[in-house]
């Protein structure tokens, strides 16, 4: 009997294509009306435009569509660590809250509000929190065409360790609009700016400035205070610190508070007043600029109503200290009070 031998099978591997894995940069998730745009260790960059209010279109560095979000009373952005950039373009929505948080990296965050700010303020506004984290950071705010009556932002900046850069741009404060502005430099190079285009009747606009240990350059400038409140609390810690403060015109009752405070180092604060209109109007200056060998440059260059409240005192501190005074025509309406300082020039 003849047996058949069995022919072997033939075996030919396949590959099979497994399930896409890959983590995307930048993920943007909705729950219930809060929207949350997360990151990674790597380099990301999202930007996050309102359609319509509490309508946002979220999109990665390259141009392509996270998904629109509706209902949205809340972002929350957490890129991580890297070097991350973050827009917010607002110029369908001026309620909506952001809170941006970032890591190691060097973080650039950006609220542009090109159509201002139109909340109404009945809820206490819009409020925008950054949390920089450690590195060299830049923030910037930009209200194109101002705030509305009644209106109100409230935006609070804490920076880290690093070098870091923050600039905020109000416009005109119509009435009853409100701008509130804080921010902790932290330690590091810093520079920060804030500036109001003007103020009018029973407006508010205030900033509150922390610095730690490192050289610091800050500036605030106010063009019109008008029947409104200002006012700027600035400490700027121990370093080599220069803080500025302008404001043109004061008019109609108009008010502006400024409290400047610095630690030990070689620092500079210049406070200066073009007009001061009204019998009404009311300043009170109070700087006080801690151990070093520190500079005050104060000046009120044009028009003074005589009968208007300027109170202004002076401390230098430890060191040899100086006061670059030039009153024009306040002098002997400006109540003027001096401590510490060993030199005084009228310019």
């Known amino acids: 009997m003849r047996r058949t031998a069995n022919k072997p099978t033939s075996f030919r591997p396949r590959l099979d294509a497994l399930e896409d894995r890959t983590c995307p940069a930048v993920t943007a998730t909705q729950s219930g009306s809060l929207l949350f745009i997360t990151g990674n260790s790597s380099n990301d960059t999202v930007t996050v435009t ?194 500025s403060s302008r404001v043109s015109t004061i008019d109609r009752g108009g008010e502006y508070n400024l409290n400047v405070t610095t630690g030990a180092g070689t620092d500079t604060v210049n406070v200066t007043f073009q007009n001061i209109s009204d019998e009404d109007d009311d300043v009170n200056v109070n700087v006080n600029t801690g151990g070093g060998n520190d500079t005050i440059n104060t000046a009120i260059t044009n028009t003074v109503d005589g009968d208007a409240d300027i109170q202004a005192d002076f401390d230098g501190g430890a060191g040899s200290d100086t006061l670059n005074a030039h009153f024009g025509a306040a002098t002997g309406v400006a109540d003027v009070n001096l401590d510490n300082i060993e030199t005084v020039n009228n310019v």
């Open 50 to 243: 309102s359609t319509a209010p509490h309508t946002f279109k979220v999109q990665n560095a390259a141009g392509t569509s996270l998904g629109t979000f509706s209902g949205i009373a809340g972002i929350s952005a957490n890129l991580g660590n890297g070097t991350n950039v973050a827009k917010f373009e607002m110029g369908k929505d001026s309620q909506t809250g952001i809170n941006y948080t970032g890591g190691t990296g060097n973080d650039t965050v950006r609220f542009d509000y090109t159509n201002g700010f139109t909340n109404g303020g009945d809820d206490g506004g819009a409020l925008l929190i950054a949390n920089l984290g450690s590195g060299n950071n830049n923030l910037t705010l930009k209200t194109t065409n101002g705030f509305s009556g009644d209106s109100e932002l409230n935006l609070r900046v804490t920076a880290g360790s690093g070098n870091d850069v923050v600039r905020a741009t109000t416009g005109v404060l119509l009435d009853d609009a409100e701008a509130h502005i804080k921010a902790d430099l932290g330690a590091g190079t810093n520079n920060f700016a804030a500036s109001a285009v003007g103020m009018a009747q029973d407006s508010e606009f205030t900033v509150d400035l922390t610095g730690g240990a490192g050289n610091d350059t800050a500036a605030v400038a106010i063009s019109t205070i008008l029947d409104a409140q200002a006012t700027v609390n600035a400490n700027l810690g121990d370093g080599t610190n220069t803080f």
